[in-house]
């Protein structure tokens, strides 16, 4: 009998510690979510701080733009205080306009927020009326500006045309100076080559006893040369000769202490005025 006794207040225990389980599982489904809920609504709240402060510090900036501006304009017969007005007044205008876009994403976040608590509606309000009131001043400088100094929008004016002007003369001349150097390289340019009869046959130099008889030659076989610095070639032979026309006092064809031919050009304008191409017969 105490057997049965001791067994079924086992059973009974287990069962209290399994509802007791299931509670406890239950309960803290709706503690997670509960903290799921405020955590979003943190997050949520985050956002729309985050951007309310950048709408402030806006505000601010342009503010301390302001006052630049207003102490640049006290001397209107310098340049450089007339740069500084125009870059503050860009700037000006530039973060006007992205406050502006700042408070209609504002505007958008908190209607679409859970919070719909009056005082975070009065902070964006009067975040509005703050950027309101700055638009206005800014309108009175720059009205103030203009009646001070009418001279400013005409320099500005005047400074980007001279340098729009400056710009596309110095890429003239940059143009200008590429086309003279082709030109000039162009000039001085000229092509030398030496070889057997049998070399310059196969390549097209040499065709029926009639140097460069057409342009169905290879080119790539001659050396480049300019001819101001080039005025001395070796032939590398005992025995050579020049198939291309060049006037006769315009060089020297002698032999080095080896006995091998060399090409004195003594005069290169006069030397390469019949042709740019020299061909030299070697063996």
């Known amino acids: 009998m105490k057997k049965i006794i001791i067994i079924a207040a086992g059973i009974i225990m287990m069962s ?12 803290q489904q709706q503690v997670d979510s509960l903290q799921a809920i405020v955590d979003n609504k943190d ?13 402030q510090t806006g505000i601010r900036r342009i503010a301390e733009a302001e006052g630049r501006v207003t102490v640049a304009d006290g001397n209107k017969e310098s340049a450089s205080q007339r740069e500084i007005i125009r870059d503050n007044m860009q700037y000006i205008c530039e973060a006007m306009q992205q406050n502006r876009d700042l408070l209609a994403q504002l505007r958008e976040k908190l209607n ?19 950027v309101e ?21 005409a320099q500005i004016v005047r400074i980007d045309s001279l340098n729009k002007s400056v710009g ?5 001349n940059a143009q200008q100076s590429t ?3 082709q030109q000039d390289k162009q000039l001085n340019t000229a092509w030398f080559v030496y070889g057997t009869k049998a070399e310059l046959k196969e390549q097209g130099i040499l065709k029926d006893g009639e140097v460069l ?3 169905q030659f290879n080119k790539d076989y001659f050396t480049e040369i300019d001819i101001r610095n080039m005025k001395d070639i070796k032939t590398y032979s005992k025995s050579a ?25 003594s005069n290169p304008s006069r030397f390469w005025s019949v042709s740019k191409y020299l061909v030299m017969q070697v063996k």
């Open 16 to 27: 209290a510690c399994q509802n007791q389980n299931e509670g406890n599982d239950r309960l």
């Open 43 to 55: 997050a949520e709240l985050n956002d729309i701080i985050v951007t309310m402060t950048e709408v």
């Open 112 to 130: 679409a927020s859970r919070f719909k608590g009056d005082k975070l509606k009065a902070l964006v309000d009067g975040l509005q009326t703050q």
């Open 133 to 153: 009131e700055q638009n206005y001043r800014i309108q009175e400088l720059q009205a103030s500006l203009a009646e001070k100094d009418s001279t400013i929008v």
């Open 168 to 172: 596309e003369l110095s890429e003239q």
């Open 179 to 181: 086309t003279l150097a």
């Open 213 to 215: 008889k057409d342009r």
């Open 241 to 265: 000769r020049i198939l291309t026309t060049h006037p006769e006092d315009s060089y020297l064809l002698t032999r080095d202490g080896n006995g091998e031919y060399e090409l004195h050009i």
